[in-house]
């Protein structure tokens, strides 16, 4: 439809340079020499130009709406492909790729990829147009035809020397613009270690050496521009001036006609626009190529995680049994050529159905690693990871999902209402479902006091609400989904701890409450009253399981784990008035926040 549209509208301008002409040479100039003209004559030149005016209209809305569909369709397709590919990929890969990255990927990208595809129509409808406007050159006069020869072949070679020159510079803005977005937004995921470790200075500079970098490398590329665009804009002027010339000394030849001249001088006028529709292709294509570099490397991206064809028995709603059998895992290198960090060695435990069992260890020990594996984010490099018995890797995606649930350490919230960000449109999840999970997840009393209760805005990744909100508020999420196997990863953190005791006691009674099942809990914790509450815990060290038992036998058995506990407690005991402070504090409308002096 676009390149039809552009075509008709290419050949309108070859037909109205000659209607031009014709109305000149046997309308005007007879009309001047007599000094009259005829009102047929007249209405007939008016009826042609109107009619190849409604043409050329017709060819340009064509042309517009055909490119446009068709450059907005691609982008929508591609950004989908490269959406499912991200959720694709394991979560190994992710690591490797830094978020600003991987939104600059299916965002600027992908528009840059395609960008081309608008002008593109209007480009091949100008081929077309130039075809026939060297035809029509010849058939005028020779002496006209050589001079668009000269033209047009050192347009299109300016052109050329044009996007040689552009793209390095557009491969390299297009490059800096992802590096951009990524440093962005590292700083917005780690704020609150950026403000605890007082490094504001120094991400605000390396934020603002990289924006730098973008801007002059954006300056490269519009001062090409300037020093390339008036030439393409001049090279068809120019023509039409030596058209004027060589058709004025023909003219007096008499080897044209005044008609003919001035289709000529017309036709050259009116081909100065169109042509420079080439030069957008051609100055586009370098930005377009390292879009489409970039976006290629995404979709080729390599590492699935296959799910199997097994299913667990729905029937059974009864808590899940999770068993480690020897694990070992090994992170990837983040180069090909060099060997990957063992994080877990020789892991093996079990988390029995409807028991409670602590992870407790060193920061660095492979608990979150266990948690992961727990709800198959990764895959162990050997060894099992069994739910009832059968491998995580032969379940289907479905049955996993519906199984299990990891609340991760730092919550994410996302810009919606309280109800959305619990429910997430899972069929089968309603109102009452939804208060059950706040209620289990002690958030019941502040969602209550919001203005709109579940129908409150929590702000971009709930920035109206505290930490241990958020928190609460995430844990809800995952239970209103009624796993059999809850995943907790230092979940509880910001939450106070008398709070926190509240929420894991309400998880091992809520088989007593209506509706909601009770879970096999898989807890990574750190507060001596969580610990004790657990019915095992499971002590590791750099990777390996090292003791396992209740609370009270680890810390009368294990110095390791006595000193750990300790000094969890001692920390937490600081940072307590702090956290309830902020637990409790009322929810601020979205984007404020209120420093006190303590």
């Given at each position: 439809m676009a390149?039809?549209?552009?075509?008709?509208?290419?050949?309108?301008?070859?037909?109205?340079?000659?209607?031009?002409?014709?109305?000149?040479?046997?309308?005007?100039?007879?009309?001047?020499?007599?000094?009259?003209?005829?009102?047929?004559?007249?209405?007939l030149a008016a009826i042609a130009l109107f009619g190849i005016s409604v043409l050329r209209v017709v060819g340009i809305f064509?042309?517009?709406?055909?490119?446009?569909?068709?450059?907005?369709?691609?982008?929508?397709?591609?950004?989908?492909?490269?959406?499912?590919?991200?959720?694709?990929?394991?979560?190994?890969?992710?690591?490797?790729?830094?978020?600003?990255?991987?939104?600059?990927?299916?965002?600027?990208?992908?528009?840059?990829?395609?960008?081309?595809?608008?002008?593109?129509?209007?480009?091949?409808?100008?081929?077309?147009?130039?075809?026939?406007?060297?035809?029509?050159?010849?058939?005028?006069?020779?002496?006209?035809?050589?001079?668009?020869?000269?033209?047009?072949?050192?347009?299109?070679?300016?052109?050329?020397?044009?996007?040689?020159?552009?793209a390095p510079r557009q491969a390299r803005a297009q490059r800096l613009r992802a590096e951009v977005s990524g440093i962005a937004h590292e700083s917005f995921d780690g704020a609150l270690v950026v403000k605890t470790m007082g490094r504001e200075a120094q991400e605000t500079a390396r934020f603002a050496g990289r924006a730098g970098e973008l801007r002059d490398a954006l300056?490269?590329?519009?001062?090409?521009?300037?020093?390339?665009?008036?030439?393409?804009?001049?090279?068809?002027?120019?023509?039409?001036?030596?058209?004027?010339?060589?058709?004025?000394?023909?003219?007096?030849?008499?080897?044209?006609?005044?008609?003919?001249?001035?289709?000529?001088?017309?036709?050259?006028?009116?081909?100065?626009?169109?042509?420079?529709?080439?030069?957008?292709?051609?100055?586009?294509?370098?930005?377009?190529?390292?879009?489409?570099?970039?976006?290629?490397?995404?979709?080729?991206?390599?590492?699935?995680?296959?799910?199997?064809?097994?299913?667990?028995d729905p029937a059974t709603r009864g808590p899940a049994t999770l068993t480690f059998t020897d694990v070992h895992f090994s992170y990837p290198p983040a180069e090909a050529h060099q060997p990957g960090a063992q994080v877990l060695g020789e892991v093996g435990f079990t988390v029995p159905a409807g028991r409670t069992v602590a992870l407790v260890g060193p920061t660095g020990a492979g608990k979150s690693t266990i948690a992961s594996l727990a709800v198959r984010l990764v895959d162990p490099d050997a060894g099992t990871v069994e739910l009832d018995g059968v491998d995580v890797r032969e379940l289907t995606a479905a049955s996993l999902a519906g199984t299990v649930a990891l609340v991760a350490q730092v919550p994410f919230v996302f810009d919606d209402t309280v109800r959305a960000n619990i429910a997430l449109d899972r069929s089968g999840i309603d109102d009452e479902d939804v208060w059950a999970a706040l209620r289990l997840a002690e958030a019941d009393g502040f969602v209550a006091a919001l203005p709109d209760g579940l129908d409150t805005m929590v702000g971009e990744r709930g920035t109206s609400l505290s930490g241990g909100q958020r928190q609460r508020l995430t844990l809800a999420r995952a239970l209103a989904g009624r796993p059999r196997l809850l995943v907790l990863d230092d979940a509880t953190s910001a939450v106070d701890p008398r709070v926190e005791a509240a929420i894991l006691a309400g998880l091992r009674a809520s088989a007593g409450e209506p509706g909601v099942p009770a879970a096999s809990i898989l807890v990574v914790a750190y507060r001596r009253a969580t610990i004790a509450l657990a019915d095992e815990v499971i002590y590791v060290e750099q990777g390996r399981v090292i003791a396992r038992g209740t609370h009270s036998e680890l810390l009368a058995t294990v110095p390791g784990y006595a000193d750990l506990v300790t000094a969890y407690e001692q920390a937490d005991v600081d940072r307590t008035q702090e956290q309830s402070y902020e637990d409790e504090v009322a929810p601020l409308p979205s984007g404020l926040e209120i420093e006190v002096d303590r």
């Amino acid at each position: 439809m676009a390149v039809v549209g552009s075509v008709l509208f290419g050949s309108m301008v070859i037909v109205s340079a000659y209607v031009v002409g014709g109305v000149v040479g046997d309308v005007v100039v007879p009309a001047i020499a007599r000094g009259e003209v005829a009102t047929g004559t007249l209405a007939l030149a008016a009826i042609a130009l109107f009619g190849i005016s409604v043409l050329r209209v017709v060819g340009i809305f064509g042309r517009r709406l055909g490119a446009g569909y068709m450059q907005y369709r691609l982008q929508a397709a591609y950004r989908r492909r490269v959406t499912r590919r991200y959720l694709e990929l394991p979560l190994s890969w992710h690591h490797r790729n830094a978020t600003g990255t991987l939104l600059s990927n299916a965002n600027s990208d992908v528009e840059a990829a395609w960008y081309p595809i608008a002008p593109l129509p209007f480009a091949v409808g100008t081929v077309v147009m130039l075809v026939g406007a060297i035809v029509s050159l010849f058939a005028t006069d020779w002496a006209l035809a050589l001079v668009g020869l000269a033209v047009f072949p050192a347009l299109f070679a300016l052109n050329v020397v044009y996007s040689r020159r552009m793209a390095p510079r557009q491969a390299r803005a297009q490059r800096l613009r992802a590096e951009v977005s990524g440093i962005a937004h590292e700083s917005f995921d780690g704020a609150l270690v950026v403000k605890t470790m007082g490094r504001e200075a120094q991400e605000t500079a390396r934020f603002a050496g990289r924006a730098g970098e973008l801007r002059d490398a954006l300056i490269a590329v519009g001062r090409l521009r300037g020093v390339f665009d008036p030439l393409l804009e001049t090279l068809p002027s120019l023509g039409t001036l030596a058209v004027l010339v060589v058709g004025a000394f023909r003219l007096r030849q008499g080897a044209i006609s005044v008609t003919e001249l001035v289709s000529v001088a017309f036709l050259f006028t009116v081909l100065a626009f169109p042509v420079r529709a080439i030069g957008w292709v051609l100055a586009e294509l370098p930005r377009s190529v390292a879009g489409w570099d970039r976006v290629r490397r995404v979709l080729d991206a390599t590492g699935e995680m296959p799910y199997g064809r097994r299913v667990l028995d729905p029937a059974t709603r009864g808590p899940a049994t999770l068993t480690f059998t020897d694990v070992h895992f090994s992170y990837p290198p983040a180069e090909a050529h060099q060997p990957g960090a063992q994080v877990l060695g020789e892991v093996g435990f079990t988390v029995p159905a409807g028991r409670t069992v602590a992870l407790v260890g060193p920061t660095g020990a492979g608990k979150s690693t266990i948690a992961s594996l727990a709800v198959r984010l990764v895959d162990p490099d050997a060894g099992t990871v069994e739910l009832d018995g059968v491998d995580v890797r032969e379940l289907t995606a479905a049955s996993l999902a519906g199984t299990v649930a990891l609340v991760a350490q730092v919550p994410f919230v996302f810009d919606d209402t309280v109800r959305a960000n619990i429910a997430l449109d899972r069929s089968g999840i309603d109102d009452e479902d939804v208060w059950a999970a706040l209620r289990l997840a002690e958030a019941d009393g502040f969602v209550a006091a919001l203005p709109d209760g579940l129908d409150t805005m929590v702000g971009e990744r709930g920035t109206s609400l505290s930490g241990g909100q958020r928190q609460r508020l995430t844990l809800a999420r995952a239970l209103a989904g009624r796993p059999r196997l809850l995943v907790l990863d230092d979940a509880t953190s910001a939450v106070d701890p008398r709070v926190e005791a509240a929420i894991l006691a309400g998880l091992r009674a809520s088989a007593g409450e209506p509706g909601v099942p009770a879970a096999s809990i898989l807890v990574v914790a750190y507060r001596r009253a969580t610990i004790a509450l657990a019915d095992e815990v499971i002590y590791v060290e750099q990777g390996r399981v090292i003791a396992r038992g209740t609370h009270s036998e680890l810390l009368a058995t294990v110095p390791g784990y006595a000193d750990l506990v300790t000094a969890y407690e001692q920390a937490d005991v600081d940072r307590t008035q702090e956290q309830s402070y902020e637990d409790e504090v009322a929810p601020l409308p979205s984007g404020l926040e209120i420093e006190v002096d303590r």
